[in-house]
């Protein structure tokens, strides 16, 4: 009795149900070790296949009580698996081994040879892991009266993780639980330095203060001390020492540079390099203000950078470093090459306008003084032409890459080569299609007239390429190529003038008829121009009979009072031109405007024809009544018909005069921009900032 009650405590405390005894209760038992130990489902299956069945029993409570004893130690909550060998908790384990007997074999040998192998047995090659895991995961289940496995699904420890379905369908049904919603934190528009891990810098001694043999070495350590990096963006009051000491530092070594000379050595030029680099070099963050005609670069407030505070310091440095006497190219060609220039026109795409200053200026200092890099730089200028063109068309650094290539341009040596031809027509002229063309306008107008001073013979496809891209839509944009169009005419030879004068004055024809007072005001300021009159004067009886029609329709019709003095201007000067030519205009457009009446009159006719084919049909009163009678509008006539000529010339010259004295009373009107609240920050940090190439003149230099 007393080792019956101690058999069952004993089979308690490990977890068993008591079992019934006999051969069932041994092979139960012998079963069940087999699969503790890592005989697997062979082992389980041997033991409980006894007579007495108790065996099945005791092997299901014994999963059951290690799932509880799992569950309680948190293993499932973690994510944690049971152990690699299949078996159940250790304390499950830990029961006393019975010898081996006729009842009890195939248990023990189960057992014993899970416990001398110590390892699961192998994975079917072709199993993928999650199919792998699923036996790992229900190891320690129940099994069923068919002997069979039940594998119960694991909790996953992940979200947005795959619910493991039943082993009878593991392999089949994958339900994926939906992603959640995360809300992303709010996008921060400055760069994001990788700040250094050892941002503690120690404050070295001043560089006049040490002597001249040891400046070489404590200039190199202050380089090198300026390459650690500090988070302005994300805690900008952290380290404020350690940035203060790294200022101090930059700001010393640029009035060092500046007022020394022979201290550019040869082992200065790699830190320099490498200093520049890291400070520099990063990965700018996407662009805040909107693309295309959207973006208004006088009302839209750039992003600033945050670390503004040591990058002027480095970039002023760096300009200081290149415009040095001391500065040998020859050295610095084995640091700055074409990977620098790479990553140097990367940064063009800055928001912040006081970097892209610097940039502009540092870009050109290079392009001058390493011969070998120019045509690469040219190259890599195209390259991001193209992009901004065909595919993004958004780059922050558009007018400052032209702006270099003004001056770049204007030191082509005659004659042009063919490569520089087709950099104009195929990268420059395409730029005025794109939708922000406002932003770079006046350097892309530069570019232009430099090489038509150039070249003369390329006068005729520019001028052709402008008419093409001529804007429909956008009145704004149109007052942008009359300007350059003017430009363009300013510096126009004769000869090539004569060449695209027709289809160019029946454009600027179609500007002054415009019902945007600004399109058409601007058209008629080249009337105003002595060159471009000069021009016209020599090719009036081509030009006048082109612009007549319109310049006397608006004279009349045109709803902005201020086009009416432009435009009997603009008839004066033709008129004084060549009075025989303006009068036989004149009486042309008379006789235009007969036929036109004529053409209406027939055109009625027609009309009552129609009308009276109608009537004649039955069903005629029927549609009169269900609709509304229309009749044909008499059509209102451009101005008065040109009854004489003496009265036009009268008039012309009143209206001219009268013009004039407006034109000196009233105010140019300028459009009004809207009152939008500026950024204080932005503005001071603008106004405050000091231009790249006036820091240099400052030294004379």
Known sequence: MRKSV???????????????GGAGSARGQGGERGWEAGGGRGGERRGGAGRGGPGRDAA??????????????????KGKREPANGSVPGRLRQRRRRPGGRDGRGGGAAAAGGRRRGRPAPAMPNKNKK????????????????????????????????????ASASSKVKVQIPPSVVKRDKRQ??????????????????????????????????????????DFVSDPLSDLKWKEVKRAALSEMVEYITHNRNVITEPIYPEV??????????????????????????????????????????YEFFLRFLESPDFQPNIAKKYIDQKFVLQLLELFDSEDPRERDFLKTTL?????KFLGLRAYIRKQINNIFYRFIYETEHHNGIAELLEILGSIINGFALPLKEEHKIFLLKVLLPL????????????????????????????????????????????????????????ILDVIEPSEFVKIMEPLFRQLAKCVSSPHFQVAERALYYWNNEYIMSLISDNAAKILPIMFPSLYRNSKSHWNKTIHGLIYNALKLFMEMNQKLFDDCTQQFKAEKLKEKLKMKEREEAWVKIENLAKANP???????????????????????LEDVLMLRKTVNEEARQAQKDLKKERPMVRRKSELPQDLLTKNALEAHCRADQLLSQDGR
């Open 6 to 20: 101690r058999a069952r405590e004993g089979v308690w405390a490990n977890g068993r149900a008591p079992g019934g």
């Open 189 to 230: 528009n400055s760069s994001r330095f990788s700040a250094s891990n050892n941002r503690e810098l120690q404050k070295l001694p001043s560089l006049k203060d040490v002597p001249p043999a040891d400046q070489e070495k404590l200039f190199i350590q202050k380089l090198r001390q300026c390459c650690v990096l500090f």
């Open 619 to 641: 069903q005629y009163t029927l549609c009169s009544q269900a609709s509304i009678a229309s009749f044909p509008v008499a059509m209102e006539t451009d101005g008065p018909l």
């Open 273 to 314: 390099v490498h200093m520049f680099a890291v400070n520099m070099f990063r990965t700018l963050p996407p662009s805040s203000n909107p693309t295309g005609a959207e973006f208004d670069p006088e009302e839209d407030e750039p992003t600033l950078e945050a670390a503004w505070p040591h990058l002027q310091l480095v």
């Open 60 to 77: 299901a409570a014994a999963a059951a009580a290690a799932a509880a004893a799992a569950a309680a130690s948190g293993n499932l909550e």
């Open 364 to 368: 050109h200092r290079i392009y001058g």
């Open 131 to 166: 199919e792998k895991e699923l036996p790992k995961a229900g190891k320690s289940g129940k099994s069923s009266k068919e002997g069979q496995d039940v594998i119960e699904p694991e909790i996953p420890s992940r979200k947005n993780s795959l619910l493991s379905a039943p």
């Open 432 to 487: 005025h299609k794109v939708k922000s063309l406002s932003v770079y306008h006046p350097q892309l107008a530069y570019c232009v007239v430099q090489f038509l001073e150039k070249d003369s013979t390329l006068t005729e496809p520019v001028v052709m390429a402008l008419l093409k891209y001529w804007p429909k839509t956008h009145s704004p944009k149109e007052v942008m190529f009359l300007n350059e169009l003017e430009e």
